[in-house]
């Protein structure tokens, strides 16, 4: 798959056009590529995390999915598109739903654009009442704003499907969000329903390379796990971060977000570029364009 996706992003021709390089995991990856060649960039991907569900994960998920299962919960919090793809595949050969035709109402909330992911079919997996449920999307694509949108908890119990971080320190993210929603009187319940693994040594090596061609114009993360990933091979390549903004001072590091830009700079990268509409790509890429000047 990664071999594949980087065919894809790598035919755009370079010419004269900004190049902007990022670290998302590949389940971004064609969408991002795809909005930075529109606006005018020549896209590079350098993934420094794999985030995907295993054998592990999918095991974990599967008692979640058991009949009358989700009848003991009020609602499932989803704070990645990977969490809810993995859910969905865990749940594919279900022979019966996981949540009764009758009861309160059942929230499903999502992130932004992750939501899109909450067709039809998924909720019909769910329940054979298609009623009972609630599509929630906060205005506010963070996980913060998540736990607003939800309201207080009152002791119910929500669901949270999150992933389990592998060769890297978690970051705070995910124990922040389920701080917040105990804080708002829920009781969440975590599951890990995939892994964030490292990419590996080398995966900043076609960063590093085009930072010392002097042709790396921004740089985009949009996790601060990605940023982790990122110094781990700078360090096993022989680099730091600040020895790559030398070979190349004209860069420029933007951030999907102020969750990331936190986490950028608390692992001691500083970010040029934040974007104030973070529910798609297209609102860091439009604070590129701000930068570069363009309309």
């Known amino acids: 798959m990664l071999a594949h996706l980087s065919s894809i992003i790598s035919m755009t021709p370079h010419g004269n056009k900004p190049t902007v390089a990022f670290t998302t995991p590949p389940n971004y990856a064609a969408r991002i590529s795809h909005i930075l060649s529109l606006n005018g960039y020549n896209p590079l991907w350098c993934p420094t995390l794999v985030v995907e569900p295993t054998p592990h994960t999918i095991s974990a998920l599967k008692p979640y999915l058991s009949p009358h299962t989700l009848d003991h919960f009020s609602a499932i919090a989803f704070t990645s598109r990977t969490a809810i793809q993995a859910f969905s595949d865990a749940a594919v050969n279900l022979t019966e739903p996981p949540l009764s035709p009758s009861g309160d109402t059942f929230t499903i909330a999502a992130l932004g654009k992750d939501s899109e992911l909450i067709d039809h079919t998924f909720v019909s997996k769910l329940c054979d009442n298609l009623e009972r449920i609630r599509v929630l999307v906060p205005a506010t694509a963070t996980p913060s704003g998540l736990v607003d949108s939800l309201g207080v908890g009152g002791g119910r ?40 693994r490292w990419a590996g040594p080398r995966c900043a090596e076609g960063i590093v390379k085009r930072a010392e061609e002097g042709r790396l114009d921004v740089l985009i993360f949009t996790s601060s796990a990605e940023v982790e990933g990122l110094l781990k091979s700078l360090k096993e390549l022989g680099l730091d971060f600040e020895r790559l903004k030398n070979m190349c001072p004209q860069l420029i590091v933007a951030s999907h977000g102020p969750v990331t830009k936190a986490g950028s700079e608390r692992l001691g990268v500083k970010v040029d570029v934040v974007s104030s509409k973070f529910d798609s790509f297209d609102g860091v890429v439009h604070s590129i364009n701000l930068t570069f000047g363009k309309n």
Do not use: D, I, Q
Request: net charge neutral; glycine share 8%; aromatic share 8%.
């Open 157 to 196: 119990r929500v669901l949270c499907p999150v992933p389990l971080v592998v060769e890297l320190k978690e970051p705070p993210v995910v124990p922040n969000f389920m701080r917040e929603l105990h804080g708002g009187g829920w009781v969440p319940v975590r599951v890990n329903a995939y892994e964030t």
